[in-house]
């Protein structure tokens, strides 16, 4: 198994004085069971349930966690020592409501197991009017490989940890920006990258993205309350890989007769199973950043991979130098994201926005805006050196504080102190990123506050 950051978090939440049960949520085929199981081997005892698999019935016998305890040990032959670890893990828990009722009792009455739940149809428990105790569980999101997590896999920790350091030396910068392009291309989903890792042809991937595209399409029987909304959320997802990263209304999507609310509630659903997100718009230029619901989101889905292969742009992919020549830059923009959400995950924050002008007959638009304290740092992805940044601008113009911007491109790093145009001839800060440090926001703004300019030698 390649190595997942998430283990570090997993790691923080092992040692835990209060420790309580852990929900471990994440879209279908991101790798939750095969992490778990790979973390279960550091424990003494390790108890695997598959609910889906026949251990539903364990938690339909027993009210009582200490007799459903005793009972597993005992049909299992498990020797419990004074100061043995012990690790359940109970997969696919939404098939069983009860199983779900007594984590808490978990947490209450047996502190001393540690207990993971996972499933890919979460989600449903809502349909059955359930919900996770509050309160008396954790909760962590696994998400697609990162770059840093594909670069480790590829070319090694030394890699990786330039990466994660922000120090890629000047020489490796063409390559690292070649590597990027390739992630971009494979996407994070774990098969996908084993599978490319081990031959190293994009066209073998096809018959596993197209394996996780039906699986998802059959999931929606499993989603949907009624039969009628399983043939929206079809629809939906034989549809909106095609608007990734693109604002999208709700009403007639994908072609549709569907309404805005038949199409928001069934897309409410798959951003609930991880499919999807909905990004929306904020028109502030200071904290806090609060989304205007009103206004059309962006639709970014689970994995670029499987967008671009949805596209059928492999080819095209392969053939073009710069990340942004393709599918008119919302490949890369789609990318960026992917690696903005799992920084975020990090920083424990739920959504991503981005940024547009609140002014009648004028448009601008800002990528995407990420809240550091009491800034809100505007960030652009653009190719080129002398790609514009009229958008960039206006969000300067409007902002009464001092600025720093984010630009997201293909060159090397730099910062650079520069003014919009006149009139208004506003100075700002300008943190030029090359795509493969943008998964460490987090860590680069970090630096920035602490006066550094030159990140990387």
């Known amino acids: 198994m390649y190595k997942r950051e998430i283990v570090k978090q997993l790691n923080i939440w092992r040692n835990k004085t209060h420790r309580k049960p852990l929900v471990l949520r994440g879209a279908r085929q991101v790798g939750k069971t095969t992490l778990v199981k790979e973390f279960g081997k550091d424990f003494d005892t390790f108890v695997y349930l598959n609910l889906e698999k026949g251990d539903a019935e364990i938690f339909r016998k027993f009210s009582d966690v200490r007799a459903l305890w005793q009972y597993i040990c005992l049909t299992r032959q498990i020797m419990q020592g004074k100061d043995s670890s012990m690790l359940l893990f109970i997969d696919e828990i939404q098939e069983e409501p009860k199983a779900v009722a007594l984590l808490r ?83 994070g989903m774990p098969e996908a990258v084993a599978e490319y890792l081990d031959a190293g042809d994009i066209t ?18 499993k989603f949907a309350k009624n039969q009628e909304q399983a043939k929206i959320l079809r629809h939906i997802l034989s549809t909106a890989w095609l608007s990734a990263a693109e604002t999208i209304t709700f009403g007639c999507f994908g072609n549709s007769s569907y309404t805005a609310t038949q199409i928001h509630d069934a897309m409410d659903l798959l951003e609930r199973a991880y499919l999807l997100s909905l990004d929306y718009p904020v028109t502030a230029t200071a904290v806090p950043a609060m989304p205007a619901k009103r206004r059309a989101p962006k639709l970014m889905m689970v994995d670029t991979g499987l967008a ?76 080129g050196t002398n790609a514009r940044l009229r958008s960039l601008h206006s969000f300067v113009n409007a902002c009464e504080r001092p600025v720093v911007a984010l630009r997201v491109w293909s060159g090397n790093y730099s910062v650079q102190e520069v003014t919009t145009p006149a009139p208004h001839a506003k100075p700002f800060r300008l943190v030029n990123i090359p795509f493969y440090y943008i998964g460490q926001i987090d860590t680069l703004l970090q630096g920035l506050q602490g006066g550094e300019k030159v990140l990387v030698k």
């Open 204 to 221: 073998r991937l096809a018959p596993i993205f197209n394996a996780l595209l039906k699986g998802y399409n059959e999931d929606a029987e």
């Open 105 to 187: 009792y978990f947490y209450e009455e047996l502190p001393e197991i540690h207990v993971i739940a996972a499933g890919s149809r979460l989600q449903s428990l809502t349909r059955e009017g359930l919900s996770f105790p509050v309160g008396r569980v954790e909760y962590l999101t696994l998400r697609p490989f990162s770059f840093a997590e594909y670069i480790e896999a590829k070319r090694g920790e030394a890699w990786a940890d330039m990466v994660r350091g922000l120090s890629v030396p000047e020489m490796l910068h063409e390559d690292m920006i070649a590597e990027f392009n390739t992630y971009a291309l494979v996407g």
């Open 308 to 383: 671009n292969f949805f596209a059928g742009i492999q080819v095209q992919y392969l053939q073009n130098k710069e990340l942004l020549d393709t599918w008119r830059g919302r490949a890369a923009e789609h990318i960026v994201a992917q690696e903005l959400r799992i920084a975020a995950d990090r920083q424990y924050k739920e959504s991503l926005y981005f940024w547009v002008r609140d002014q009648k007959g004028a448009t601008a638009e800002v990528d995407f805006i990420w809240q550091d304290g009491i800034q809100i740092i505007p960030i652009e992805v653009k190719a």
